[in-house]
Each structure stands twice: as C-alpha cells, then as structure tokens.
C-alpha cells in the first residue's frame, strides 16, 4: 500500500472547491477523475448495477452509485475493463468485483476512494482492506452481456457451474441486439428448444421432443398450454429482464414437469438509479413500434423503485390480408421494508388482435407442398382473433442473514381468446394434382381461463460435520380452470383450388354454425389443480465435490367437462373425465466435481410423472406415464465469469404411454404400454469470448424414437424436433475512430423434419440474420436489423401434417429502430 500513501498529496492536490465544473477538463488532460459525493458507511449494503466497461466509465458508475468520490490517474486505467457489479453489495465489495483481475489496488479513506495501477509482479492482496464474498445477482438488464453468473430457475441463485442440468440465459442484451420481442421467436434462437406455431393462433414450446406446457413466473409454474381446440397461448418479452432455460426433466420443479424441460421468464424490476429508454421501430410490411421503458427510485431514501413499460406494435404481412396489432403495459413496485425484507408487485396486459393464416398450407396426397407463393392466404376477410392477458405477480423475499433466506411469490392470469377463422385443409387423401379437393374449415371460440400459482420455499447455508452444505425446503400450488365454448362447420368445394381460394365466403357466427348441416358446437371446462412439497440438499464432502439431492411429493387433480350443442339434439351432456394422483415421489440426484476454478463435470438423474386420463379395459384411469432422465455434462465459467460453456450427453426414458387397444369392447380404451426415448448431445457457449465480442452458440444432436408401441417400434417419435440444430449470433462492438459502430452477424441451421402423419420430410434450412447499430450521441442510438438475409424459402417446424399446419418463414425484412436514453 506504499504507492497509494506515496500518491496522495498528489490526489489531494487535486481535489479543488469547483470539482464538479473542473472534472471534465481534468479527465481530458489524462490526469485524474474526481467524482464528490456525500460521506457513506463502507460497510454499508448498496444496490449496485455497473455493466461490464472500461474501467474509466466504470469507476464513474461506481461512484454515481454508492455516493462516493472516486481518485485514479486517468491515462493508467485508460485500456483497462471492469467487471460487471450487481445485487446489494457493500462498497468493498462492489469495487473488489469490479476489479477483479485488473491488477488495479485501492484504498478507502473516509467517503473517498483512491485507486492506483499495480505492477504485473506486486501481490494483489490488499492487507487489512476486507473483501466480502460476491453475492450473485442473475439480474441481466445493464450487464451488456450474452451471459449471466447466476440463475434462478432452480430456486434460490446458483451460478450455472453449479446445475447438474443443462441451462441457457437469453439475456436482455441478446433479445434487443437481436430484436427478439417474442417468446417463440427468442427460444428459436437458443439451444435445443424449438419454438412451433400451434395449430391455433399461438404457440408450442419443444425441448427434447416434448413439449414445455407449464411455464415459470419469476419461479412460480403455472399450465399455459392446456389443448382446447388448438393452442392459443401467447407470450411477448418487453415485461421480462430474460429467459432461464432448463433442458431435461423439471419435476422436482413442477411436478409433472415436462421431461423436455422448463422455462423461466423472470420480470424486469425498478432500478436504483432514473432510467428512461424511448424506442421507436420501423421496418417491412409497415411493420411500426412505439416503445417507452421507464424506472427508478421513487422516493429519496431509494427504498421504493417503480418501473412502467408501454408497447404499441402494428404490422402487415408478407401473407395476403393479414396483420396483427399489439398494446401492452406495464407497471411495476419493489418496496425494501427493512433493509433484509422487500416486497414486490406488478401487473402487466396485453392486448393483441390480428388477422392470422390459421393452419397455413394443405398439402398434396404424396406429402408434398403445392407450388404457390408464399403470400398466400388460406383465410377468409372476416378472420379476426383477440387475445387478452392480464397478469398479476406478487412475491416478498426475508433475509435472515448473508447465509438464510425465505421467498414467497405468486401469479394469477386471466386469458380471453374470441376468434373466428376460416381454415382451409382437405380431406384424409389430400389435395388433388390439379389443386382441387379443399376443404373450408369455419371455426368459432371463445375461450375463458384463470391460472393460479403460488411458491415458497426457505434455504440457507451453513457448515456441519466440516462440511459446507445448503438445504432448500418449499411448496407449491397451481390451478387451471377454463371456460370455453366453440363451433365448427366443414364445407367441401367442388370449384376452388388451393390456386384459386375464395377468400370472401360469408361471414360466420356461433349460433350460425351450429344450425348449419354437420355443424356443432363444444363447451368445455378445464379444472386442473396441482400441490406439491421439495427439498433439495446440497454437501461438499471435500472442497471439490458437490453432491446434490432431492425430492418431490406431488397431488394432483384433473377435471374436465363438456357438452355438445346441435340443431338437431339441443345440448347434451357427456361423460366427465377425471383423474387423481396422491402423494407421487419424484427423486433427484447429482454431482458435480470442480476440476478447477473454471472447470466442473457433473452428472444428475430425474425423474418425471405424468397423469393420464385414457381408460383402460376395466374403465379405470390409466396410471401415470413415468419417466428417467440421465445426463452428464462439463461445464466452464470462464475469462471471470464473462464466458459459460457447457457440454452435456443425456438419455430420457418415457413409459406408461397410452396405446389403444382394438379388443376394447368399450370406446377409446388403452393400454400403458408405450415406450419412448430420447438421447442426444448438447454444446454451448455463451458470452465476451473475445475483448469487445459478445457471442452465442448452441448446438444440439437429438433423436427420438419409439421403442414399444404397436406398428411405431423404431420410428420417430417427435416429428417437429430436427435431428441437428445450430443457432449462433455474434455481436461485436469496435474501439478508437470506430467506437461508434456495431455489428451483429448469426444464423440458425437445422436438418429436416417430418409431417406428422407421412413419412415425408420437411427440409432442413439455414437463415442468416444481421444488424448494424452505431451511436449516434451518447443518448441517441441507430439501428437496422436484417432477418432472412438471403431470403431463404422454408417450411417452418410445426405440427405439419397432411392437411394443414403447413406455414412458410418469413421471407427478407428488415427493422430500423431509434432508441433515446436521456443521461442522469
């Protein structure tokens, strides 16, 4: 510490009565930044929130932050970086992150910190100045990085080194480099997941060739993909700081947790400090955008922070006649009570009305695609689909001490679809060569649902038997209960071709297909209740091994009523289906080796339930599908903690599945015999991987196939999921006369698929995406994104079947966009 003591009468020196005005000069002449602040407590917990930066703009941050004067020689720190700092930190520990590596050392004296430049050889300890341990903050928005240190998908924060699974973070930083503004878009561009449109208006969610129908809330699971005549189930990303995506079975999560995996998407909160962003967008098919993203402390002790996020979003279609139109808001409150208790709320709604191509292209008997544009539309004028979603979240965390902490938090969403869609499709032969054959498909919905969920868990740290060990003790609740009516007519023509479609039929109504002949209407009621208790406990035996266990006991209930309505019989009343499991254990182990400071291998095994209500022979439910989840995997956080990869090799077994039986004198009997496995591999990188590069790259290998199941034995069992699958995107940020500029270049590639019912292939594909952004003035920021570059034409991954569900990507387009920060 002699260099610093050796310097201050220098820094002192330089610390004058107008050091406010005099700043600026003194930067530019290389000789010293001064920042004054009023006086604080060191030892004081601060939320902090400094993005990864040169270290000059850094320190800055850091001082604007914590209300402190900051003294270093600017020409000394000029080609340094630091590192990203988040979460409530105390200010040695916030400026011992940031840093980290740099080989810079500092001294506080008072309300001022004075930092000087070490040599390579000098000892970076720091003597008697006390260094906390860095407390993970998974929070993304700031960090102007691909990847996070930390999730929260598992409950409680862990770094991903500490996951025996597979799991991906699509940052804030990604998804607006990329503009990415919705959920199915943003999955297509991470690793392994595939991101369908569902045969209705909204969208499925695939990972290991199951589907994800449970989605997480900041932590809390709630069902989001239950079928009632297609899948309606929308999701835009402006409310949410990211996305925590865990591949592989969730149970121990969820309960009858997809064995594909889970997704998180956790909410943006009010920050520390006033930030304003106003973004406008303009781009292909007058596609136009308006959005305002606001937040801070509300009052001026800080302990109460608002946020309020507005979009509006209008466009056409490369698709004839069709567009979409989308508001939503936003508003959130976090309130620190006491220093260690803080209490959330938020409420966000969406409203998206649209013309959409429901159901997209029939195709030929021979499975193939007839040769028509990709503009065409196979809908009527009067197609029209709202959807509205209002969502209420709510949690408060306690924390007892540095090592213990409770969390409770909970989501209640309404959901109102109205639709009216005509659908063409053909019969089971398909269409005809000359193009003749279709069919009209009217539909009407109107389709009511409520989800409920609530978590808690507590989890602490501590040291028993010379062991580090962590426990985590919760339980969770969810509810789905709906409303929903439709009806649905089917109308053959014997004049129109898929060439020549008629797009002005009369116009439908729900009382008018009904009284029309075959015409009939459905209303149905979904009652679906889950609650279940979790553990997990984690032990180091020795430093570099960690052993992990845990387990799930779940209820489970399920409900589901209809009743047919016809001109001819009025409505009738059909048999219920209901189903219960009590009390089904769902176990979890892993373990992970720290082979060095960056370095883990681990390996885990899950396990999965899933209720079923087909009916065997004797009338009773059939019991749960159940299923085995085996991974093993290595796993590195690099260069600081700006780089994640991971490599993992996973086998899941599904069993149980329901097979019919033709000796069933009953209707629709089955039997659990099924058989299905799924097994590939998994790589991913994440992150600087270079000074000023932030890059992503996923690449999966997947297979699935049936391995018991009458007539099916070897065949795929996922149609939709491609054997191969690569998504990449870079973005990289130049220096010195071209510091202004930035440019992004990925591309997602993937083999192909199958129609459902036909051994027929849906060609793989490559697109290119790519952006340009330059820095107009330090509030002023440009940018183009080009996607499709090439204009590829392909088919995209759907449930694409003989009849229907046939959709071309979008063709080449592009989006300009102008975004406004006002400085503080």
Known sequence: MSAIHELKPLFKALIVSRTLRSRHSLAGLGMACLMPFSAQ?????????????????ALQAFGEQTNRQVIYNAADMADLRGNRVSGKLSAEAAIAELLKGTGVRYSFEGNTLMLVRGSATE?????????????LDATTEGSNSYTSNAVTIGKGTHTLKEIPQSITVMTRKQMD????????????QTTGVVGLQGVGQGLILSSRGFQIDDWQYDGVPIPRNTYSLGNWATQDLIFYDRLEILRGASGLLQGTGSPGGA??????????APTVTLTGKAGSWDHYGLQLDAGGPLNQAGNIRGRIVADEDQSNSFIDHAWSKTHSLYGALDIDLREDTTLGFAVSQSNGESRGNIRGLPRYADGSMPDVSRSTYTGARWNRSEIDVTTLYADLEHRFNDDWAFKVG?????????????RTQNGSTGLNPDGSGVQYADFVTDFQSTKVGLDMNLSGKFEALSMQQEVMLGGNFSQLETDDKFARTFNNSSTDTIFDLNNDRPDISYEGLINSPGGRGTLSKYDIRQKGLYGTWRVKPVDDLTLVLGSRVSWYDFSYKSKTETAANGITTNAPSTGTETGVVTPYAGIIYDLSREWAVYASYTDVFQPQTNLDTSGSVLKPIVGTNYEVGLKGELMDGRVNTSLAVFRYDHENRAVSVASCTGLNCSSAAGKVRSQGIDAEISGEVMDNLQLFAGYT??????????????????????KHMLRVWGNYQFTGDWSRVSTGLGFTTQSHTLVYDLNKDVPGYTVWNARVGYQLTPEIALAVNANNLFDKTYITSAYNQ??????????????????YKPQF
Not at 263 to 272: C, D, P, T, Y
Request: proline share 5%; charged share 20%; with cysteine.
């Open 41 to 57: 407590v060191c030892a004081e917990e601060i939320a902090v929130n400094i993005a990864a930066q040169p270290l000059p703009q």
């Open 123 to 135: 000892s970076l300890e720091l003597g008697a100045t006390t260094v906390n341990a860095q407390q």
């Open 177 to 188: 480099d990329q503009n990415l503004v919705d959920l199915k878009d943003a999955v297509n």
């Open 263 to 272: 997704i998180n998407l956790v909410r943006k909160r009010g920050q520390s």
């Open 410 to 422: 909970a989501v209640h969403m309404t959901e109102d679809n109205q639709a009216k869609n005509q």
């Open 701 to 722: 290998y997947n297979t699935t196939k049936y391995l018991e199941e009458p007539g099916k034995e070897g065949s795929v069992f996922s149609t939709w999921t491609p």
């Open 802 to 819: 003989l009849n229907g569900n046939n959709n071309f990507g979008d063709p080449r387009n592009l989006m300009f966009s102008v975004t």
